[in-house]
């Protein structure tokens, strides 16, 4: 059975600091997505990650993915007040989802 | 260009009837879900389906049923409602084409009481 975990589960953090965000799984996939979420509202798609060493940017965000590992990585730079949202990865194409990552920064 | 069309929004059930979520999607998607997301949880499958007339169950099928007897349409059924079943319920739908994403809905906002 697929098992999707996400660390933290809620990060506080200041503006124009730098963290990450990590999604482990349980067994092989080929596929890996992340997703924003406000509050009340969908799903937003923010990255797809095909293969091993996949890494893509959008804005503040950069997303990584080592298949090996069975880890993807969605880091954070400098941010800012509009990032505050839940950010959840999902794996495989049945997307198992993460439990998700609040995130809330503070100026 | 619609994308994923869920119906209703909002509705409030009494215990033991019965509703069906409807799901729509106009990309001519092959695959499509089912989840449910509970106040500050993740998402769970319920079901999805990888094509017309081919579904399968996910994490959480109990008290829900599926059919997929066209390519567009996908709704989820609920026989005998139960308080555990209120939730807010999420259909999307992706391409078999490995480079996108798959496309959610916004959601339908169910209270069983």
């Known amino acids: 059975e697929l098992k999707v975990e996400q660390n933290p589960l809620f990060l506080s953090m200041q503006e124009g600091k730098n963290y990450t965000i990590y999604c482990n799984y349980s067994?092989?996939?080929?596929?890996l997505y992340w997703y924003r979420q406000d509050p009340g509202k969908s799903l937003e798609s923010l990255f797809v990650l095909l293969s091993n060493g996949a890494v893509k940017q959008e804005g503040r965000l950069m997303a990584s993915l080592d298949t090996k590992a069975r880890l993807s990585t969605l880091h954070i730079t400098a941010a800012v007040h509009d990032l505050s949202a839940t950010y959840f990865c999902?794996?495989?194409?049945?997307?198992?989802f993460g439990a998700g990552t609040i995130l809330r920064v503070k100026s | 260009n619609a994308g994923v069309t869920q119906t209703p929004k909002f509705r409030i059930l009494k215990i033991g009837q019965s509703m069906t979520l409807q799901c729509t999607q106009d990309?001519?998607?092959?695959?499509m879900y089912w989840y449910r997301q509970d106040p500050g949880m993740g998402l769970k499958l319920i079901y999805y389906s990888v094509g017309a007339g081919i579904t399968d169950k996910g994490e959480v099928p109990n008290g829900y049923n599926v059919s997929r007897s066209t390519t567009e349409d996908f709704p989820l059924r609920l026989e005998l409602a139960a308080p555990s079943q209120t939730s807010v319920y999420f259909c999307?739908?992706?391409?078999?084409?490995?480079?996108?994403?798959?496309?959610f809905g916004q959601g339908t906002r169910l209270t069983v009481v």
């Open positions: 067994t092989t996939s080929d596929r």
């Open positions: 999307a739908s992706s391409d078999t084409d490995w480079n996108t994403e798959a496309f």
């Open positions: 999902a794996v495989d194409m049945r997307l198992v």
């Open positions: 990309m001519n998607h092959n695959y």
